[in-house]
Nanobody, 115 residues
Framework: VQLQASGGGLVQAGGSLRLSCVVP???????????VAWHRQVPGKQRELVAR???????YYDDSVKGRFTVSKDNSRKRWYLQMNSLKPEDTAVYYC???????WGQGTQVTVSS
């Protein structure tokens, strides 16, 4: 499964970004069967799970982003999103989407939050 993640950029602390993840040409029934996890990685550190949404819409958030980040999916557009609000400098990282059960990874998108 080939993924495309986008939406990263440079933002000031307190700002917002929305990341999106798409599998080109995915058919609807396959889209509905997938769960997606968003991870992030800072150079020199392990990749960490930030948020996840399952095929039935259940969500999980790491404590560090709870209340600020929202993971969702758009069934009509067949995309998954990570809405990031109230961004902090410590949110700076490369963000990856991970589709399961395939365990496919996108190329990552850089998020930089300036203080």
């Amino acid at each position: 499964v080939q993924l495309q993640a986008s939406g990263g950029g440079l933002v000031q602390a307190g700002g917002s970004l929305r990341l999106s993840c798409v599998v080109p040409r995915i058919i609807t029934s396959v889209f509905w069967s997938k769960s997606v996890a968003w991870h992030r990685q800072v150079p020199g550190k392990q990749r960490e799970l930030v948020a996840r949404i399952t095929s039935d819409g259940s969500t999980y958030y790491d404590d560090s982003v709870k209340g600020r980040f929202t993971v969702s999916k758009d069934n009509s557009r067949k995309r998954w999103y990570l809405q990031m609000n109230s961004l902090k400098p410590e949110d700076t990282a490369v963000y990856y989407c991970n589709v399961n059960p395939d365990n496919s990874w996108g190329q990552g998108t850089q998020v930089t939050v300036s203080s």
